[in-house]
């Protein structure tokens, strides 16, 4: 089991950063990849970056060259630095774990966190 919980959402103007936090507990080093996910409301839930256990990364498109995803391994928390913000990035996000152990797969959630691009 993996615990996943996020943070550092929030309001913040167009052009602005967040920098999101997804602190992970529970079996860890079964984890081999995080992802950040996003979901605006009326849309489908849309997979924004992700980051592996030997520190792969990949973004979606639309995120390139604003964001940024990182770990601290010594915490095992999975940071999303958002940088020139745009409306459209506005979503709950979501960090999600996908596990292997005992030849089974696993993925877990984190309940998610608001960030509002707004003037």
């Known amino acids: 089991q993996v615990q996943l919980v996020e943070s550092g959402g929030g309001l913040v103007q167009p052009g602005g950063s967040l920098r999101l936090s997804c602190a992970a507990s529970g079996s860890i080093s079964t984890i081999y990849r995080t992802n950040w996910y996003r979901q605006a409301p009326g849309n489908q839930r849309e997979l924004v970056a992700h980051i592996t256990s030997s520190s792969s990364t990949n973004y979606a498109d639309s995120v390139k060259g604003r964001f940024t995803i990182s770990r601290d391994h010594a915490k095992y928390t999975i940071y999303l630095q958002m940088n020139t913000l745009k409306p459209e990035d506005t979503a709950v996000y979501y960090c999600?774990?996908?596990?292997?152990?005992?030849?089974?797969?696993?993925?877990?959630w984190g309940q998610g966190t608001q960030v509002t691009v707004s003037s």
């Open positions: 999600n774990a996908l596990t292997y152990s005992n030849s089974a797969q696993g993925t877990y």
